[in-house]
């Protein structure tokens, strides 16, 4: 990846371009593989090369994806790798218009399908994994009545653990660590509500 840092997506076109469920599916495919061609991509994703390859370059036309070394010998086919760490995408930079507030929210509701899309995904196959990754898979809810700061601190150390973990387990695969290590997924949500 180009960037160690995570990049924050501040502006309507490039939150627009990201906002495509296709153009989500294949950066999520992206950033687990690190590197990957179209042809790749689109066997992991179901779609035509010519639809995945469309779609990465609209990715990259915005910085969220760049042309990554060549591997291996066939030089004919372009790889592809994520342009940082990760994405963000922060409220307060769509709340100024009423198309940024209706985008982000479009997009937020977006990416919340395809994380219960995947959760879905894995209660359903549940059984076909073994009772170790079962048992340490995990579904939590909690209920905190906290300020704006409190919440905004408990964000700030949970994605700092997370990110911690993270690198460690890319570490150690990248160190041939492969044994038994599969893509993990963890959704967090942490919002005010009201009943």
């Known amino acids: 990846m180009a960037s160690n840092e995570s990049r924050r997506i501040s502006d309507l076109e490039t939150l627009k371009a990201f906002g495509h469920p296709l153009r989500m599916k294949l950066y999520?495919?992206?950033y687990i593989s690190r590197k990957a061609t179209a042809s790749q991509l689109a066997e992991q994703v179901d779609e035509a090369v010519s639809l995945v390859s469309y779609h990465l370059r609209k990715l990259a036309d915005h910085g969220l994806i760049e042309e990554a070394e060549q591997q291996g010998k066939d030089g004919r086919e372009r790889w592809w790798q994520p342009a940082s760490k990760g994405l963000n995408v922060h409220a307060e930079d769509f709340s100024d218009a009423p198309e940024k507030v209706a985008t982000h929210t479009a997009i937020?509701?977006?990416?919340?399908?395809q994380h219960v899309e995947l959760y879905r995904s894995y209660i359903d196959s549940a059984q076909s994994w073994s009772l170790e990754w079962r048992s340490a898979a995990s579904g939590s809810?909690?209920?905190?009545?906290?300020?704006?700061?409190?919440?905004?601190?408990?964000?700030?150390?949970?994605h700092e653990l997370i990110?911690?973990?993270?690198?460690?387990?890319?570490?150690?695969?990248e160190a041939g660590d492969t044994e038994g290590r599969e893509n993990v997924a963890m959704h967090l949500y942490a919002f005010p509500f009201r009943t």
């Open 28 to 30: 999520r495919a992206l």
């Open 108 to 113: 937020g509701r977006l990416s919340f399908d």
């Open 141 to 158: 809810e909690y209920l905190a009545r906290l300020t704006a700061d409190e919440l905004a601190a408990l964000s700030r150390e949970v």
């Open 163 to 173: 990110d911690r973990y993270e690198e460690l387990g890319r570490a150690r695969d």
